[in-house]
């Protein structure tokens, strides 16, 4: 590993000269100069990881000379030597922005010891702050974070196709996400400086809803007093988003075929043909292999939307995530409400992670809101969680199996008071204890 860059000033020659033969020996880059003076001169000139100064130098001492570094640079690290008898100015050059120091005479492996943790510290903070601006640039506009390998999957996936047109059909739960996705996947394409536009199409009529889609002209319809643009033209040369997809009415798949085909349509009552370049990512919590074996959805048209299949798991197959979208939370909030809070207190955190999360992310986000909103100490506590969240006294994680009682009956109440603590999930239930999922379904059916 590369060695930091080391600027060492004192007014007695012969040590400097020395201290940087023996530095540069071990492969130190150093440069060592006589006063605070030329220190200065130096530090405008090039750069240094860390500073090394004698307390006693002759002008500027070597107080004044911290005070000065510190005024045009905060990224470098001092160290002040000092007499015993002096001890005292050297903490006091601490308060004034040093980083540690040593006393005369200079121990060499004690500096070099120092000298090694301050670099490893500054090598920490220099990874931290690229990390984070890494994800701040890769996830600014979604908000997407995770670090399980399914997450990691998807983050891989969605850099994979994120630079083609072609068309993506995101699936998953309510709550899990998947409008973060379309995001992401927006914002690290070619299209990312054009519009991102999204409808959810679970709450509007078929007819509300052909018109938010491909427009509408004046007269075209009651109400219809003017002419209005719909999503397709205000997305046009970016991404739009249709989330819950398999609610569209077959009237409209078929308009929606034609956009996937041509790139054109009419507004609703127009007859003038528009043309737009839109690249269509879709969502849905349905099976849509079922709704087109029903007739509810046209077969062409999911084999259209179908080109690349996401799959978004559910918060609860992704456990280890939710700390770090809990804290992900947190700074959120925090900074909305304007807050001074660390995190979750070790048993709050674990409720968070026992819990089921039918709402997925959604309803994760919602709790993490709420608890930052009540909470009145620097650490979120179990007082500040729904009851539905914080676990009952009698604690379902632990099971009295009484004495005599059969293996049959053993089982019985491990895999009933299991499938309690899941919710009802037989696949979670079944990895907790070992066992397959149909053998669950096995059970449950022979005790009915």
Same mark, same amino acid.
């Given at each position: 590993?590369?060695?930091?860059?080391?600027?060492?000033?004192?007014?007695?020659?012969?040590?400097?000269?020395?201290?940087?033969?023996?530095?540069?020996?071990?492969?130190?880059?150093?440069?060592?100069?006589?006063?605070?003076?030329?220190?200065?001169?130096?530090?405008?000139?090039?750069?240094?990881?860390?500073?090394?100064?004698?307390?006693?130098?002759?002008?500027?001492?070597?107080?004044?000379?911290?005070?000065?570094?510190?005024?045009?640079?905060?990224?470098?690290?001092?160290?002040?030597?000092?007499?015993?008898?002096?001890?005292?100015?050297?903490?006091?050059?601490?308060?004034?922005?040093?980083?540690?120091?040593?006393?005369?005479?200079?121990?060499?492996?004690?500096?070099?010891?120092?000298?090694?943790?301050?670099?490893?510290?500054?090598?920490?903070?220099?990874?931290?702050?690229?990390?984070?601006?890494?994800?701040?640039?890769?996830?600014?506009?979604?908000?997407?974070?995770?670090?399980?390998?399914?997450?990691?999957?998807?983050?891989?996936?969605?850099?994979?196709?994120?630079?083609?047109?072609?068309?993506?059909?995101?699936?998953?739960?309510?709550?899990?996400?998947?409008?973060?996705?379309?995001?992401?996947?927006?914002?690290?394409?070619?299209?990312?400086?054009?519009?991102?536009?999204?409808?959810?199409?679970?709450? =509007? #009529?078929?007819? +509300?809803?052909?018109?938010?889609?491909?427009?509408? /002209? %004046? $007269?075209? !319809?009651?109400?219809?007093?003017?002419?209005?643009?719909?999503?397709?033209?205000?997305?046009?040369?970016?991404?739009?988003?249709?989330?819950?997809?398999?609610? =569209? #009415?077959?009237? +409209?798949?078929?308009?929606?075929?034609?956009?996937? /085909? %041509? $790139?054109? !349509?009419?507004?609703?009552?127009?007859?003038?043909?528009?043309?737009?370049?839109?690249?269509?990512?879709?969502?849905?919590?349905?099976?849509?292999?079922?709704?087109? #074996?029903?007739?509810?959805?046209?077969?062409?048209?999911?084999?259209?939307?179908?080109?690349?299949?996401?799959?978004?798991?559910?918060?609860?197959?992704?456990?280890?995530?939710?700390?770090?979208?809990?804290?992900?939370?947190?700074?959120?909030?925090?900074?909305?409400?304007?807050?001074?809070?660390?995190?979750?207190?070790?048993?709050?955190?674990?409720?968070?992670?026992?819990?089921?999360?039918?709402?997925?992310?959604?309803?994760?986000?919602?709790?993490?809101?709420?608890?930052?909103?009540?909470?009145?100490?620097?650490?979120?506590?179990?007082?500040?969680?729904?009851?539905?969240?914080?676990?009952?006294?009698?604690?379902?994680?632990?099971?009295?199996?009484?004495?005599?009682?059969?293996?049959?009956?053993?089982?019985?109440?491990?895999?009933?008071?299991?499938?309690?603590?899941?919710?009802?999930?037989?696949?979670?239930?079944?990895?907790?204890?070992?066992?397959?999922?149909?053998?669950?379904?096995?059970?449950?059916?022979?005790?009915?």
């Amino acid at each position: 590993m590369a060695k930091p860059k080391l600027l060492l000033v004192d007014d007695d020659k012969n040590a400097l000269d020395g201290l940087v033969k023996i530095l540069t020996h071990d492969g130190y880059s150093v440069s060592g100069v006589l006063s605070g003076y030329e220190a200065l001169n130096l530090l405008s000139k090039k750069n240094f990881d860390i500073i090394v100064t004698d307390m006693k130098l002759p002008g500027m001492g070597g107080l004044s000379l911290v005070h000065e570094i510190r005024k045009k640079e905060e990224s470098v690290a001092i160290v002040v030597i000092t007499a015993y008898s002096s001890v005292k100015t050297a903490v006091e050059a601490i308060k004034c922005g040093a980083d540690d120091y040593l006393t005369k005479p200079i121990n060499i492996e004690e500096l070099k010891l120092v000298l090694e943790k301050i670099w490893e510290r500054q090598q920490l903070i220099a990874q931290n702050r690229m990390l984070k601006e890494k994800l701040k640039d890769k996830y600014k506009s979604s908000g997407l974070v995770g670090s399980t390998p399914q997450m990691k999957q998807i983050f891989h996936m969605i850099a994979d196709v994120a630079p083609s047109t072609a068309s993506i059909l995101i699936l998953g739960e309510t709550g899990s996400g998947k409008e973060l996705v379309a995001n992401a996947i927006h914002y690290q394409s070619d299209r990312a400086c054009m519009p991102f536009v999204a409808l959810h199409c679970a709450a =509007l #009529s078929e007819g +509300v809803l052909e018109s938010e889609i491909f427009g509408h /002209e %004046k $007269g075209a !319809f009651t109400g219809a007093v003017q002419s209005r643009k719909g999503r397709f033209e205000m997305a046009d040369g970016g991404t739009l988003f249709l989330d819950e997809v398999g609610e =569209l #009415s077959l009237k +409209v798949q078929v308009k929606l075929l034609r956009v996937l /085909e %041509k $790139g054109e !349509f009419e507004r609703v009552g127009g007859e003038k043909t528009l043309k737009v370049d839109v690249r269509l990512i879709t969502a849905t919590n349905r099976n849509l292999e079922k709704e087109v #074996s029903g007739g509810r959805f046209r077969e062409d048209l999911f084999y259209r939307l179908n080109v690349i299949t996401i799959h978004l798991p559910p918060l609860r197959e992704r456990r280890d995530d939710i700390p770090i979208l809990s804290n992900f939370f947190v700074i959120k909030y925090t900074k909305k409400y304007k807050k001074e809070i660390k995190g979750f207190a070790p048993e709050a955190m674990e409720a968070l992670c026992a819990y089921h999360w039918p709402g997925n992310v959604r309803e994760l986000e919602n709790v993490v809101e709420r608890a930052i909103v009540l909470c009145k100490k620097n650490t979120v506590s179990l007082e500040h969680l729904p009851g539905n969240i914080v676990p009952d006294k009698g604690d379902m994680s632990v099971i009295k199996i009484p004495v005599g009682i059969s293996l049959k009956e053993a089982e019985k109440e491990i895999i009933q008071k299991t499938l309690q603590m899941t919710r009802g999930s037989k696949k979670e239930a079944a990895n907790i204890l070992g066992i397959s999922s149909r053998k669950i379904e096995y059970k449950v059916k022979e005790w009915q």
